[in-house]
T-cell receptor, first 116, second 114 residues
Framework: GAVVSQHPSWVICKSGTSVKIECRSL??????MFWYRQFPKQSLMLMAT?????????EQGVEKDKFLINHASLTLSTLTVTSAHPEDSSFYIC????????????FGPGTRLTVL | GQQLNQSPQSMFIQEGEDVSMNCTSS?????WLWYKQDPGEGPVLLIA?????ELTSNGRLTAQFGITRKDSFLNISASIPSDVGIYFC??????????????FGKGTLLTVNP
């Protein structure tokens, strides 16, 4: 079946630094990828929709200058958390959509970010 | 962002019991999905529903797409310890650029006592 990977699976960084998270579709081309954030014991909250070759669409309340998204190819989207702070600590999950009519997204395994 | 109303929030059951959980929405969805998430992992799709009234099974799991297109339920029969996890419903509309966007419920935490 279709596989989506994320790298790294977990990362610890110091406050004020930037962290890049990769999302790759391994056996299909994804015209659209989604980035979610999940705090402990809560649901997945959509942060942004990443479209290959164009600017990402951010959900209301998500700072686009803080969460930089790049979808430079049909198999890779990256999320960069700039100037991370402890409140950015969360579980970040991506999903990738093959783009065919009616297709369902496949989810990555998630990246645990801890900001000290 | 928008969320679905999912209940119950948590359930504690004995192995072998049946479980039922449901989701409701103020909006109509064209697709209802049910996912299971284990700790520290991404959600895994269990069942996808595409038509109002549709009843679909996947092993011990059964889910239905409500007639009004605003609700769905998931049943798990004869629960086993590995059913432990968080179950999420998700709805998908069909509105132009948001065609593939999912809206998630708040989740149901299932605990199964052996």
């Amino acid at each position: 079946g279709a596989v989506v990977s994320q790298h790294p699976s977990w990362v610890i960084c110091k406050s004020g630094t930037s962290v890049k998270i990769e999302c790759r579709s391994l056996d299909f081309q994804a015209t659209t990828m989604f980035w979610y954030r999940q705090f402990p014991k809560q649901s997945l909250m959509l942060m942004a929709t990443s479209n290959e070759g164009s600017k990402a669409t951010y959900e209301q309340g998500v700072e686009k200058d803080k969460f930089l998204i790049n979808h430079a190819s049909l198999t890779l989207s990256t999320l960069t958390v700039t100037s991370a702070h402890p409140e950015d600590s969360s579980f970040y999950i991506c999903s990738a959509n093959p783009g065919t009519s009616g297709s369902l997204p496949y989810f990555g395994p998630g990246t645990r970010l801890t900001v000290l | 962002g928008q969320q679905l109303n999912q209940s119950p929030q948590s359930m504690f059951i004995q192995e072998g019991e049946d479980v039922s959980m449901n989701c409701t929405s103020s909006s109509i969805f064209n697709t209802w999905l049910w996912y299971k998430q284990d700790p520290g992992e991404g959600p895994v799709l269990l069942i996808a529903l595409y038509k109002a009234g549709e009843l679909t099974s996947n092993g011990r799991l059964t889910a239905q797409f409500g007639i009004t297109r605003k609700d769905s339920f998931l049943n798990i029969s004869a629960s086993i310890p590995s059913d432990v996890g968080i179950y999420f419903c998700a709805g998908r509309g069909n509105s132009g650029g948001s065609n593939y966007k999912l809206t998630f419920g708040k989740g149901t935490l299932l605990t199964v006592n052996p």
